[in-house]
């Protein structure tokens, strides 16, 4: 359109293509400015959230050597393991040894049990991983292909009752959707099992089986977020000019959101995929409890009950990393996906 | 009494039906125990019973009469959410004032602080700080209304931040009123519908977040009733296909749904759409 109306008005499209290259290199500096921006708060706020974890410890009422002994040990011995645990050192001295042995994989010892963490966390870091990508894998396309079909046909029937749906299931507490789920499709129609037993031998096909059920809750919880702001942004740019525009040109209503609403309402739904991919690596945590699935959220929740700090810290850790990683790559892509920032005028 | 109905039938049937329901909880919460047959420890019977004329929604895995405890649970459930909302209101509210009327380092101080706790997932922050102070209703209650502060602080503090720079305010300030009075008179009066419409939302995360903490065994200590513990006490009986220990999972969902649909029509009404 635009080289259209500079080549009518006299210009030649050298000087056109070389107007564009110069604005592209601008903009792709403000992006990359942007990018790099983002990534230093983003790695700032992990190094923050660490030490927060890591002072959790710090706060426990009482001394760490003190709570793996009991009550009856004596002060010597205590003095000696307190040296052997390295309690003794100043605690920004233990902070980077603590930093250092997780970067290198040694999370420490369980005090409950004195296992290494590392082999706790081994078998079942894969294990949550596997639920939430499986998870997200279904989730995703279902909830934009939800959120565009109720946005085309907004005040519909079909809009009205997924609208319904979705609203109820984001009211209703994860443990109940998932029983739910289990009475209606383990007990009433047994099609899956109530348990999800796995280990690390469960052949693929039989993993898929087994994980069914937590999956469709997963599904159910996450769908209803983010179809619900896929439809709300295209709807927020459906209102533009230059949607009218195109409607106005004679556009089909499918090709109008596809091509020129979509776009538009990339970054806030790329947003929301990614904070509802973080959620689902947290939201694990109640699903796997109710499914006895072995996963870092059961993991979690069983070391606050016994106040195994040293197990709690290195989970919440994991938990936290992903998270705000997720979230980095959100923002990141937000920017780099955005036609206002990439077609600069 | 007719002005009263008359407002009553202009409302939409969700919130007549969300109003409804609330006021019947308030009721529960209010009247526990002169509404439930048994008490909320008691134990009655064998474990497991079905439903009888005596035990309405049969026992619990104790022997407990569960149509009691659903009852006696609404106190503990709805009444933990209620406190922990209003302290983080308070604490938040307040705070998101000061940061916006005095501006410079505190707000800086606060404002980073409220980032960095909201970069970490509130689940698993809660998780942390609980294996730190030990699982009871009083440190679930401070742990969750320190956590849902930071939200509340952000829109007092954005809210107030716009108040803060009209003229009266300065005016105001010209005239020698302190710092409190500022806040208190001129500030928190302009702030106060937003933070109002804010906390049946609040409200409905906090309650769902206690729930499901609870549910996993690290909110309301037994005996105590309490609505997500005896989902998790009772759920063996799902695998035989018996619905009771949905019923309070039931309850929970009713309640945030009928103030979904109150808060809906409110904001529905306050943004003037007519549909």
Known sequence: ?345 | MQKFLSSWWGIPLSAQFGLLVITVYLLLVALAPWLAPFGETEILANAYEPWSSTYWLGTDSLGRDMLSRIIYGARNTVGIALIATLLAFLIGGLLGLLAATVGGVLDQLLSRMVDVIMAIPSLIFALLMLTIVGTSATSLVLVIALLDSTKVFRLARSVAQSIVVMDFVEAARLRGEGRWYLMRHEILPNVSAPLIAEFGLRFCFVFLFISTLSFLGLGTQPPAADWGSMVRDNATLISFGDITPLLPALAIALLTVAINFVVDWKLHAASGLKD
């Open chain 1, 1 to 345: 359109m635009d080289s259209v109306l500079w080549s009518v008005g006299g210009w030649t499209h050298d000087r056109n293509n070389v107007y564009e290259l110069f604005m592209g290199s601008i903009a792709m500096k403000a992006i990359l400015i942007m990018v790099l921006q983002r990534l230093s708060l983003g790695f700032l706020t992990l190094f923050v959230v660490s030490v927060i974890i890591f002072s959790a410890v710090e706060l426990l009422p009482g001394d760490l050597a003190q709570e793996i002994l009991g009550q009856s040990a004596t002060p010597e011995t205590v003095a000696a393991f307190r040296a052997e645990l390295g309690l003794d050192k100043p605690a920004v001295q233990r902070y980077g040894q603590w930093l250092f042995n997780v970067a290198s994989g040694d999370f420490g010892h369980s005090l409950a049990n004195g296992r290494a963490i590392s082999e706790l966390l081994a078998s079942r870091v894969g294990n949550t991983l596997f639920l939430a990508a499986y998870a997200a894998i279904i989730a995703v396309p279902l909830s934009l292909i939800l959120g565009i079909l109720t946005a085309l046909y907004r005040n519909s029937w079909f809009d009205r009752s997924v609208n319904v749906l979705t609203l109820s299931s984001i009211s209703f507490p994860e443990f109940f959707i998932a029983y739910i789920l289990i009475l209606a499709f383990a007990v009433k129609i047994p099609l899956f099992p109530s348990l999800a037993n796995i280990y690390p031998d469960t052949p693929l096909g039989d993993m898929l089986y087994r994980a069914a059920l937590p999956v469709m809750t997963l599904v159910m919880v996450v769908v209803a977020h983010m179809m619900r702001m896929t439809r709300a942004a295209i709807i927020n740019v459906l209102a533009s000019p230059y949607v009218e525009m195109a409607r106005l040109k004679g556009l089909s209503p499918f090709r109008v959101i596809v091509k020129h609403a979509l776009p538009n309402a990339l970054a806030p739904i790329i947003n929301v995929i990614a904070l509802n991919l973080a959620y689902l690596v947290v939201g694990v945590v109640v699903v796997e409890v109710v499914f006895v699935y072995p996963g870092l959220g059961q993991l979690l929740v069983d070391s606050v009950s016994k106040r195994d700090v040293t197990v709690v810290q290195a989970v919440s850790l994991i938990f936290a990393a992903t998270f705000i990683l997720l979230n980095l790559v959100a923002d990141v892509l937000a920017i780099v996906t955005n036609p206002r920032l990439l077609n600069p005028r």
